[in-house]
């Protein structure tokens, strides 16, 4: 990794500071985005996989003019690293996994980027490219205030795409149901033992099996281009290749 592409500067202090770390995984064809096959074939799956990692990149660094903010993508797996540095926005770092898992990878993001000296920390989905950037911005200033708490993005399928900290509790992921509608739940109830107080966001959506494919299409179709939603340049305009119709 070049120097000014370093996961730290450990000189620098970030407390005043929200890292917002993308988690994402190689999009690899045949392994990234296969609930969308076959509606479509795997190497387009791949593709738009690709694009929302680069919007969702994009989408914080505009954030960061919003917040005092810095961009990471928290990735996976770590030999991943080349493919991974063609996505970044301009000011995107890199942060590799340290071990498998959803779990454990969510919870050594979160302590990595704390113990980097950062304030705050958000990781959030790959999957949601039109969030609306200010949800980014509201999610990195709801952690300012002194005291622990959690922030959290409730997503349409029961999950969260997004959880904020202030510290690195290894509990808010553990005994959690991932992959199903009980995961938002639970995180709250972890967050209920740990007495932290949950600041929630407004619900959004994930991309990630057809029916939703099909809302995000109509979403970036809209003729005021969705007032509210993050554009998602690479990912509009690999759809309209891909559905000419859309046009």
Known sequence: MADDDKLFDVSGDRQDRCAIA???KAPRVGEAKTRLVPLLPAEDAAALSECFIRDAAANIESAATQAAIDGYIAFAPADAEEEFSALRAPSTRLLP???PGLAASLYDAAADLLGAGYGAVCLVNS???TLPTRILAAAAKALIPIGDRIVLGPAEDGGYYL?????AHQRLFEDIAWSTPRVFGQTEERACELGLSVTR???WYDVDDSAMLQRLRADLRRPDGGVELY???HTSALLRRLFPEDE
């Open 22 to 24: 993308i988690m994402a």
């Open 97 to 99: 996994s340290r071990r």
């Open 127 to 129: 999957d949601s490219p």
């Open 163 to 167: 959880i904020g900290l202030k510290r």
């Open 201 to 203: 966001l407004p619900l």
């Open 231 to 233: 554009p998602a340049h």
